[in-house]
T-cell receptor, first 111, second 114 residues
Framework: NAGVTQTPKFQVLKTGQSMTLQCAQD?????MYWYRQDPGMGLRLIYY???????DKGEVPNGYNVSRLNKREFSLRLESAAPSQTSVYFC??????????FGQGTRLTVV | RKEVEQDPGPFNVPEGATVAFNCTYS??????FFWYRQDCRKEPKLLMS???SGNEDGRFTAQLNRASQYISLLIRDSKLSDSATYLC???????????????FGTGTSLTVIP
């Protein structure tokens, strides 16, 4: 059981480039989340999806878009990367009355 | 005001010591509470849920005070392997408009020294 799988694990982008972070879960959970983690800031919610077909903004959505492709997959897209988006990105999922399960993270550097 | 506030530490304690972490949350409608552990450069993982009556799991004890909107984690007989960052997490529960949102504290860093 893989749980939550994120790809890629590491990425370096140039300012202005675009990329999509992929996340897939095999836990059959309805809710999925994208967080970013920066030093001294903790985990901040970018977007979440309460169920297939729905997405909502979190605390820091600017500069990002998401797609809940199906129940398993929730992708995060940076259309025009900026140095301020250098961070560690975590995808998570949660079922009803369960804790959140996290992927291993994507370390993104924008130069 | 932040949803969840924690003392970032760092806490440096000798092996065998008892250490306590505290956390406050701002929204009285919060429904579920957790402590997560995060090792360096790894993803957060659930340490334990926090129940209204308080709960214990081996050397770890979690307490919740809804009136004061306060959560605590006590670690007894600290081990070197307890060195990590401990995240306080609060969940408001599910609604049609807000979904099932988690709010994280910034984490408290613990180093257990031989």
């Amino acid at each position: 059981n893989a749980g939550v799988t994120q790809t890629p694990k590491f990425q370096v982008l140039k300012t202005g480039q675009s990329m999509t972070l992929q996340c897939a879960q095999d836990m059959n959970h309805n809710s999925m989340y994208w967080y970013r983690q920066d030093p001294g800031m903790g985990l901040r919610l970018i977007y979440y999806s309460a169920s297939e077909g729905t997405t909502d903004k979190g605390e820091v959505p600017n500069g990002y878009n998401v797609s809940r492709l199906n129940k398993r997959e929730f992708s995060l897209r940076l259309e025009s990367a900026a140095p301020s988006q250098t961070s560690v990105y975590f995808c998570a999922c949660r079922g009803t009355l369960t804790e959140a399960f996290f992927g291993q993270g994507t370390r993104l550097t924008v130069v | 005001r932040k949803e969840v506030e924690q003392d970032p530490g760092p806490f440096n304690v000798p092996e065998g010591a008892t250490v306590a972490f505290n956390c406050t949350y701002s929204n009285s409608a919060s429904q579920s509470f957790f402590w997560y552990r995060q090792d360096c450069r790894k993803e957060p993982k659930l340490l334990m849920s926090v129940y209204s009556s308080g709960n214990e799991d081996g050397r770890f004890t979690a307490q919740l005070n809804r009136a004061s909107q306060y959560i605590s984690l006590l670690i007894r007989d600290s081990k070197l392997s307890d060195s990590a960052t401990y995240l306080c997490v609060v969940n408001r529960g599910t609604s049609q408009n807000t979904g099932n949102q988690f709010y994280f504290g910034t984490g408290t860093s613990l180093t257990v020294i031989p």
